[in-house]
């Protein structure tokens, strides 16, 4: 049993992690871009809840939730094809910070699944299905050919 069981976790480790990042990437991309498109469709209403419900302080509403529906109309298309993942990571992540603070507290379970989602692409990349990949593949290719070239020519 124990031999048997042990298989299986190997075979489940070798699962492609790019695969998982690439998930990732387009779930917690889609909250924040479904959160953005219902703000732009009712905009009115979206005026009136961060007047109303959200209150974010310092900002004036109507400031906070064009600042909130344009991030989250861009920063996830970043996230969809993998582009300059990490740096999009950080406006998402204060997002939540805000929405944990101030608006939602009591929230913090979907917070924290998308906050450890978005840790980890931080912290891990967006994996090989992403246009941060082609490009770092390429000054890599870039970056060998040009030590080679050097190292053959002093």
């Known amino acids: 049993m124990t031999a048997r069981l042990l298989v299986i976790v190997r075979q489940l480790e070798r699962f492609p992690l790019s695969i998982i990042q690439l998930a990732m990437r387009i779930g ?3 909250v ?3 959160a953005g498109l219902l703000k732009y469709n009712s905009w009115e209403f979206t005026v ?4 109303d419900e959200y209150k974010v302080p310092v900002l004036d509403p109507v400031v906070a939730a064009q600042m909130a529906m344009i991030q989250e109309l ?3 298309v970043l996230l969809f094809v993998g ?5 999009a ?7 939540i910070a805000v929405i944990q603070t101030f608006v939602y507290p009591n929230a913090w379970t979907e917070h924290l699944v998308w906050g450890s989602i978005l840790v980890f692409l931080l912290t891990r ?3 090989t299905f992403s246009v941060d990949h082609l490009i770092a593949r390429r000054f890599r290719f870039v970056d ?11």
Do not use: D, E, K, Y
């Open 74 to 76: 861009t920063i996830p």
């Open 125 to 127: 990349g967006p994996g």
């Open 83 to 87: 582009f300059a993942t990490r740096i």
């Open 144 to 154: 060998t050919a040009h030590s080679h070239w050097a190292s053959a020519h002093p």
């Open 28 to 30: 917690v991309g889609s």
């Open 32 to 34: 924040f871009f479904n």
């Open 89 to 95: 990571t950080v406006p998402l992540l204060g997002m």
């Open 48 to 51: 009136q809840l961060f007047r």
